[in-house]
């Protein structure tokens, strides 16, 4: 699942509609919240809150807020009546401090519930099974980490998370937006430190496919346009690369091909993904040679008719090579998603998105 972060003020309602719009038309279903209450606001939120459920509903995704004992408190919302929340439009509650064993118990059994996966150890988990918890109705939350490196260590996520799919919990956690950064620091809200400057596209990537977590949130409160469109094709499964074209006429017609998906060959080869089918599309084309240089991890290449049989086939780098004069350069991903190739392994779908 793919989920949002979404801040409550009076002074960004009109930003945040649009960020649940933009967010629900990308293939996102979920949104996070936090109701840490101010004590002489409550009234302010509770308007707020019921407003954002209404999105929730209008869009139908699922809507999860962080909240304290003493945010119910304000909001004045018993414990045994916390399913008053489900006709506001939230779904489950992410529960931070205050709240005993059978306060947990007892919200378990009206709504879905967010632990702190930190602090969700096998002895507190068979204490809430043994009390009578709704285990049908709980996840594990990470938390985020505003500052600097404070952002989780990779091996301690790792035997957590492995703990807790042991327990046959969902995992959530955190990544980085690129576009508006949550204040007061401004330097992103990842789970782990090792994503605060990656691409939110390999932070998902990495969560998802390395770790062990079922559910991904933005933590900041935006995505870049050209980021957000990326996502629908993780859902999907399909890597999305973006890449520099050689511009040459005589390429022209091979990067028009590559505008469509792709697959990886299902025998993956070690120094290069092989894009399946092309060397038929285009082995009766008689590709001269044709921009013979050297090969950097991510070089685009497609091979001239000096390949015999082999030419028309269309690779890209997964390490440097030399040049070959039976191969021509027609691009190269870029940078930032050089480490996405890792994720293409055999029979994987991928996506070239030309961006010059």
């Given amino acids: 699942m793919l989920g949002i972060s979404v801040y409550l003020s009076r002074e960004n309602e009109r930003f945040n509609r649009e960020w649940i719009k933009r967010a629900h ?17 409550p009234k302010t939120y509770k308007e707020l809150l019921l407003d954002l459920g ?36 939230v779904t489950g ?36 099974l043994k009390e009578g918890l709704n285990a049908n109705n709980i996840e594990a939350s990470h938390n985020y980490y505003p500052r600097p490196e404070t952002g989780l260590d990779r091996e301690y996520f790792l035997r957590k998370n492995r703990f807790l799919k042991s327990c046959d919990i969902t995992i959530s956690a955190f990544i980085p937006g690129d576009g508006i950064k949550r204040q007061p620091l401004y330097q992103g809200l990842p789970t782990l430190e090792m994503h605060r400057c990656v ?101 685009i290449t497609i091979d001239n008719e000096k390949y015999g049989r082999y030419a028309g086939e269309i690779q890209i780098t997964r390490t440097e090579l030399e040049p070959d004069d039976k191969v021509n350069v027609i691009g190269r991903v870029i940078d930032e998603d050089i480490p996405l190739l890792s994720y293409i392994g055999g029979g994987r779908k991928f996506l070239l998105q030309k961006v010059n």
């Fill in 199 to 299: 691409s939110p596209v390999h932070a998902c990537l990495d969560l998802t496919e390395n770790c062990l977590v079922g559910s991904v949130y933005v933590g900041d409160p935006s995505l870049r346009d050209e980021t957000l469109a990326r996502f629908p094709m993780l859902k999907k499964k399909i890597i999305p690369l973006r890449y520099q074209a050689v511009n040459k006429e005589e390429f022209a017609h091979i990067h028009e091909y590559l505008g469509s998906i792709q697959s990886n060959r299902i025998d993956p080869a070690r120094d290069v993904i092989r894009v399946e089918d092309s060397r038929a599309a285009f082995h009766h084309s008689r590709i001269k040679p044709n921009n013979i240089t050297g090969r950097p991890e991510g070089t």
């Fill in 54 to 89: 209404m999105q929730a509903k209008k869009y139908q995704m699922d809507l999860f807020a962080d909240i304290s004992s003493e945010s119910l408190g304000y909001l004045q919302i018993g414990i045994d009546h916390a399913e008053q929340l489900a006709e506001w439009g």
């Fill in 25 to 41: 038309e990308n293939g996102f279903t979920a949104i996070f919240t936090s109701l840490h209450i101010p004590e002489e606001d």
């Fill in 93 to 128: 509650l992410r529960l931070d401090y205050g709240f005993g064993i059978s306060e947990m118990v007892t919200l378990s059994r009206q709504l879905k519930l967010q632990l702190n996966a930190s602090t969700l150890t096998e002895e507190l988990m068979e204490t809430l």
